[in-house]
């Protein structure tokens, strides 16, 4: 196919040639073309079928707010649909398809649901498909979601990537069209920081589609002349093919620059970018966007925007029609006519709905008065249009103009709304706006070129002073007022035929009329009940005509008809360039332990533990399962000597001279008198009494203290104590710092744990149990002078120590400690068997510190102190909390010790019906104990610790399971804690 | 007292059984992409001193008196005495990052403020990566939400941020450079983030 539709003139290369496929049909462009112009030039009207109705339609507009002309784009993992063709790049080797129909293009079998239209209209499907209910979820919905709807996905992980940014400036221009591009000018002369964003590829907005001179120069040119000024300047950032397409808090906007979208290859890099702009200030010049007038069969390929028709001829050299026809309530719709006429198309007719005189001469067209176009002919293709006298135009395009509306949504996002204009029958922006925002040229209404010059330099202007800055004196570009004059109308009530005001979700005058019988006539009721504005272009041209259609039915004016609320994004972002590099592993940071190397050259599995990767377990040749390498690490460590990397625990250096009342202030228990050289215990309550992380803390000198949190709660416990510090006790002199990541601290746990240490912790620190005692703490040197802490405490109920050393040096004492345990079969042992040997000891952890639980339910009740003011100790005396019966923490064993518990089973007395009503309580953490030979638990039960020895049935629907067990002591070893004090 | 089990007498002196060695975890790290140089430097030593409530200006003195200079506003950092650089974090909190192989930092740093402030030993709570070249600014773009400007951001200027979900401490150490700090168990994650940002622009 040649470009029959190519005529002179226009911003393109023509000595660049792109070839490129539609539907498989070889074609040429230009660079510098769309998709669109392209089509257009090689005489493709038919570009896709609608949404609803499997209509033919063909290309509606020039830009952004395409709800007709959507494609498919690429192939294979590449492939994206919903593409907006107007919009879309011309490259070389692009291969383009059209979408949402069954068989080809041109016979869609899916457009017999055309035929079906009287039983489709709008509410539909709310009045169908409302019973049997179930029929839903697993017949109408797949139904209708096959049936209707758009492009498909590739189903492959998207190849390209995507990156974020950030930028700052003092000033933000959204918008490079005329009143834009002065208002750069003007704060970019000043010297503000500024930033230019605009969605097009070629700068100039509205100036590249206009014959209209600037400066006695055609504005194209002005645009490139401004565009080349402000790109000298250092201080001004242009961001072209770049939509702000949304206004956040604090003067931030968001932005998604299309950097590769242009090319036949992204070449590895990113192919979208999601800015967040800085903005002290910002000047929105987002433009107007013509909309429609709905008469009948309005939505045939060749009927289009009259400006649409003029930027094809203007910028693209291309004519969309060859016998052309204009429809109009407004003088702009004058000027695609003369354009056209200008460069030799045929114009057949102008027909105006006003009763006035010709606004400018064009050659060889007849100018119809108070007429109106009531319907069409041409299924696949404009042929002719009637008008409201009856008399027939042969037409290949209609180019209609029902008048601009100024694209007011950034304006919005932040609840302003917009008011109604009689003058310009349009929305502008209203008071409201978001702070920092001011807006100039057609988005606010000054539709002519010269208002929209000397706006943008003047709120430009305005927003440099109030950044005290001096504005520059130079003034604003000049222009014509061209004639802007236009009446309303929306509709030809003539029309017998379906009238499209929607083209995208085929909403049509009659469902707008059709709601308004049924009582949906608020704003927000009519855009769901029709789905009015709520396909992928947010109705840009269709939400106008029908909320005046509705503002006709309900007999009120549009201003207090109003609009639906705009929300961001101003057009459709990827879900890709939202997600940005988060994918894959990259999904969130990671962090690992000192022993990491170490364990993985040794084994390990490692298990996510919020951000840290821990070894789960280390398994060694010829074991089976899991099951095998956490019994034998258990059972190592309970009969000589086990190892485990516990620096994930968070630390905290508190440091002060009221450091001790602090603490003493943040724990629940007594921390006043923890002498030097001790370690204890610690627990923490919320305000209202509910356990919120525990730890130890250790007294490593008069006012210095090393406390230490779970591991999940690290960060929660740091900045809760920040702030009890800054807020809550400003008076205190205390200190906090992090030094999680700085230590490598290891658990060394088990009968021979001092006679391993010993190996290396440097003679001269005495670790013998006299001198160093269960509980104690203390700086000592290890391998030749290491600095180290050593620590005696222990969570696994053996004789234990954790040792800690500079982070750096942490694999390296990995290694250490398993080079010098040789001689006792020391075994490194993860996460798993640290939790069996927890839950043997009976030591509570996440899952009994749920959020839920106190330290009466944990059978920790009389630690908290009712002598001191400390966080939580109030609240935590509440009757409520210390009822009689309330859950208290225990132990079970299955009364037939061959049996598995089940963690999350409820336990239900024998005898009773497992319901809700006869809850006792649950199973928090289970586990097989090799020290034992059976599976054990630990749970909350009602008045637990009276209940020793009663046997009640621990149920799991989910599992189907229901097992007799005997509430035992939580402690299961070692119940004296004679091993740990060894 | 009992016999120095971890000692072994070779001749007259004693020597450890065991050594323990060295490995931050981006040692070693030089890569340079297009205008972008990404370096971690070695040796970093980083000691946090807290100005004691009540006792600032005595801290303040005794910093000075120790390094030469005094401490900077918050936000702002400075050079001292053989190149160690003071960093204002908060109005009683401050790092002090100096070039120091052994792990005594704090011990060192300690001596010097006499017992005026509170320190606490930072070197292996962080890891450190240095950008340089006239396209740092544009790669730190992609992932630092700070306006590292010129006029928003001097040199020895020096703020804490998120970057990638992680917490950095971003001071500019020169005309095109910046030393970026971050928790040292998510270096791999860091040296991602940045390095992915450098190839991004490229």
């Given at each position: 196919m040649s470009q029959t539709n190519r005529i002179k003139g226009g911003l393109i290369d023509r000595n660049q040639v792109m070839n490129f496929t539609f539907n498989g049909k070889a074609m040429q462009g230009h660079a510098g073309d769309t998709l669109a112009s392209a089509l257009l030039a090689n005489g493709q009207r038919l570009v896709g079928r609608s949404f609803k109705y499997h209509r033919p339609r063909g290309i509606f507009t020039a830009g952004s707010e395409e709800p007709n002309a959507l494609v498919q784009l690429r192939s294979g993992a590449y492939q994206e649909p919903n593409t907006r063709a107007t919009v879309a790049e011309l490259f070389d080797g692009l291969t383009a398809t059209s979408q949402n129909h069954r068989g080809s293009l041109e016979f869609d079998l899916m457009a017999v649901t055309d035929l079906m239209a009287p039983f489709l209209s709008a509410g539909f499907y709310y009045k169908t498909f409302m019973w049997p209910r179930a029929f839903w979820e697993k017949l109408y919905e797949p139904m209708i979601r096959k049936s209707a709807g758009l492009g498909?996905?590739?189903?492959?992980?998207?190849?390209?990537?995507?990156?974020?940014?950030?930028?700052?400036?003092?000033?933000?221009?959204?918008?490079?069209?005329?009143?834009?591009?002065?208002?750069?000018?003007?704060?970019?002369?000043?010297?503000?920081?500024?930033?230019?964003?605009?969605?097009?590829?070629?700068?100039?907005?509205?100036?590249?589609?206009?014959?209209?001179?600037?400066?006695?120069?055609?504005?194209?040119?002005?645009?490139?002349?401004?565009?080349?000024?402000?790109?000298?300047?250092?201080?001004?950032?242009?961001?072209?093919?770049?939509?702000?397409?949304?206004?956040?808090?604090?003067?931030?906007?968001?932005?998604?620059?299309?950097?590769?979208?242009?090319?036949?290859?992204?070449?590895?890099?990113?192919?979208?970018?999601?800015?967040?702009?800085?903005?002290?200030?910002?000047?929105?010049?987002?433009?107007?966007?013509?909309?429609?007038?709905?008469?009948?069969?309005?939505?045939?390929?060749?009927?289009?925007?009259?400006?649409?028709?003029?930027?094809?001829?203007?910028?693209?050299?291309?004519?969309?029609?060859?016998?052309?026809?204009?429809?109009?309530?407004?003088?702009?719709?004058?000027?695609?006519?003369?354009?056209?006429?200008?460069?030799?198309?045929?114009?057949?007719?102008?027909?105006?709905?006003?009763?006035?005189?010709?606004?400018?001469?064009?050659?060889?067209?007849?100018?119809?008065?108070?007429?109106?176009?009531?319907?069409?002919v041409g299924r696949k293709g404009l042929k002719s249009v009637t008008l409201t006298d009856g008399q027939v135009i042969p037409v290949d395009c209609l180019a209609v103009s029902g008048g601009w509306s100024p694209n007011v949504h950034l304006t919005c996002h932040q609840r302003g709304r917009p008011t109604w204009r009689e003058d310009i029958c349009a929305f502008v922006p209203g008071a409201d706006l978001p702070p920092g925002m001011a807006v100039a040229g057609a988005a606010n209404g000054s539709m002519t070129l010269a208002a929209a010059l000397t706006e943008g330099r003047a709120v430009a202007n305005a927003q440099i002073k109030a950044l005290g800055m001096t504005p520059s004196r130079k003034a604003a570009p000049k222009a014509e007022d061209e004639p802007r004059d236009c009446a309303p109308f929306w509709h030809v009530g003539e029309s017998k035929n379906r009238a499209w005001l929607d083209l995208q979700n085929d909403v049509t005058v009659k469902d707008v009329k059709q709601s308004y019988r049924e009582g949906f006539r608020s704003v927000e009721h009519l855009k769901r009940y029709t789905t009015l504005g709520m396909a992928t272009d947010q109705g840009k041209t269709a939400n106008i005509p029908a909320l005046a259609i509705m503002a006709e039915c309900t007999g009120k004016t549009l201003q207090d008809t109003g609009t639906t609320i705009f929300r961001p994004p101003y057009t459709p972002v990827p879900l890709g360039a939202l997600g940005g590099r988060s994918r894959g592993k990259d999904f969130r940071p990671y962090r690992l332990t000192p022993s990491h190397k170490w364990a993985s050259e040794n084994g390990a599995t490692f298990v996510e533990v919020g951000n840290w990767l821990r070894a789960q377990w280390y398994a060694r040749p010829g074991e089976q399962g899991w099951r095998d390498s956490v019994d034998r690490e258990v059972e190592m460590t309970r009969n000589s000597v086990g190892i485990c990397d516990v620096t994930t625990l968070g630390k905290i250096d508190v440091q002060g001279k009221d450091a001790a009342e602090f603490l003493n202030k943040v724990y629940a228990n007594g921390f006043a008198k923890l002498a030097v050289g001790k370690v204890r215990y610690g627990l923490m309550l919320r305000e209202d009494g509910i356990c919120y992380d525990d730890g130890t803390t250790a007294r490593m000198g008069e006012n210095h203290y090393v406390m230490t949190t779970t591991t999940a709660n690290a960060v929660l416990v740091f900045r809760r104590m920040e702030f009890a510090r800054q807020c809550l006790w400003p008076d205190l002199d205390v200190h906090l710092i992090s030094t999680t990541d700085g230590w490598a601290q290891f658990a060394v746990a088990g009968p021979n744990a001092r006679n391993l240490l010993r190996k290396v912790i440097d003679a001269g620190h005495d670790i013998s149990n006299e001198a160093f005692p269960f509980m104690g703490c203390g700086e000592v040197t290890v391998c030749g002078g290491m600095p180290a802490r050593l620590f005696r405490i222990s969570f696994s109920g053996e004789l234990a120590y954790e040792i800690a050393v500079p982070a750096r040096y942490g694999n390296s004492m990995m290694q250490v400690l398993m080079e010098a345990g040789k001689e006792f079969d020391a075994v490194p042992y993860g996460t798993e068997a640290l939790g069996v040997m927890r839950i043997e000891k009976g030591h509570a952890a996440g899952n009994e510190l749920n959020g839920q639980t106190t330290a009466y339910n944990l059978g920790m009740g009389k630690m908290v102190s009712q002598t001191k003011e400390c966080i939580g100790n109030v609240l935590s005396q509440r009757p409520e909390m210390l009822l009689e019966d309330a859950i208290k923490l225990v132990g079970f064993r299955p009364v037939d010790r061959s049996q598995k518990l089940i963690a999350g089973s409820h336990f239900i007395t024998k005898g009773d019906e497992a319901t809700m009503a006869n809850d006792q309580g649950w199973m928090t953490s289970v586990a097989y104990s090799p020290s034992l030979g059976h599976s054990i638990g630990l749970g909350f039960i009602k008045s637990g610790d009276t209940r020793k020895g009663e046997v009640v049935r621990a149920v799991s629907p989910i599992h189907g399971t229901e097992i007799e067990v005997e509430i035992v002591s939580a402690h299961f070893i070692d119940p004296e804690g004679e091993r740990l004090r060894a | 007292m009992s016999r120095p089990i971890s000692l072994i007498r070779k001749g007259n002196v004693c020597v450890p059984d065991y050594t323990l060695t060295s490995a931050p975890p981006l040692a070693g790290t030089d890569i340079t992409i297009g205008g972008a140089r990404l370096t971690a430097p070695a040796d970093l030593a980083v000691v946090s001193i807290a100005l004691p409530l009540g006792g600032e200006a005595a801290a303040q003195k005794a910093i000075k008196t120790a390094f030469g200079t005094a401490l900077p506003e918050v936000g702002k950092s400075a050079i001292g005495k053989n190149g160690a650089r003071l960093v204002r974090l908060g109005r009683d909190q401050a790092f002090v990052l100096f070039i120091h192989a052994t792990p005594d930092a704090e011990a060192v740093v300690a001596a010097r403020l006499k017992g005026k402030a509170y320190t606490t030993d930072q070197t292996d709570v962080w890891c450190a990566l240095e950008i340089s070249g006239p396209d740092s600014r544009a790669a730190l773009e992609r992932i630092c939400p700070l306006d590292l400007h010129p006029q928003a951001f001097a040199v020895d200027d020096a703020a804490r941020t998120s970057m990638e979900h992680l917490g950095t401490l971003t001071i500019r150490t020169g005309e095109n450079a910046y030393l970026l700090m971050s928790a040292s168990s998510s270096a791999g994650s860091f040296l991602h983030a940045v390095e992915t940002s450098i190839k991004n622009i490229n």
């Open positions: 498909s996905l590739s189903m492959e992980e998207d190849p390209d990537s995507y990156d974020k940014g950030f930028v700052h400036c003092d000033l933000l221009v959204i918008g490079a069209g005329p009143s834009g591009l002065s208002a750069a000018l003007a704060a970019g002369r000043a010297g503000a920081r500024v930033v230019l964003a605009d969605e097009d590829f070629t700068p100039g907005g509205r100036l590249n589609a206009e014959t209209l001179e600037v400066d006695g120069t055609a504005g194209a040119d002005w645009a490139a002349q401004a565009i080349a000024e402000l790109a000298a300047m250092d201080n001004v950032r242009i961001m072209t093919r770049t939509t702000v397409y949304g206004a956040y808090d604090h003067g931030i906007y968001g932005a998604l620059e299309r950097c590769t979208d242009h090319l036949a290859s992204s070449g590895g890099k990113p192919r979208q970018i999601l800015w967040r702009i800085y903005s002290k200030r910002a000047v929105l010049a987002a433009g107007s966007t013509e909309r429609p007038i709905a008469f009948g069969n309005n939505d045939r390929p060749g009927v289009m925007l009259a400006g649409a028709v003029r930027t094809y001829a203007n910028r693209y050299g291309v004519t969309p029609g060859q016998q052309v026809a204009v429809f109009t309530n407004n003088d702009d719709g004058w000027r695609t006519a003369a354009d056209l006429a200008a460069n030799g198309v045929a114009i057949n007719a102008i027909i105006d709905t006003r009763d006035a005189p010709a606004v400018c001469d064009v050659p060889g067209a007849r100018h119809i008065r108070n007429a109106a176009v009531v319907d069409t | -």
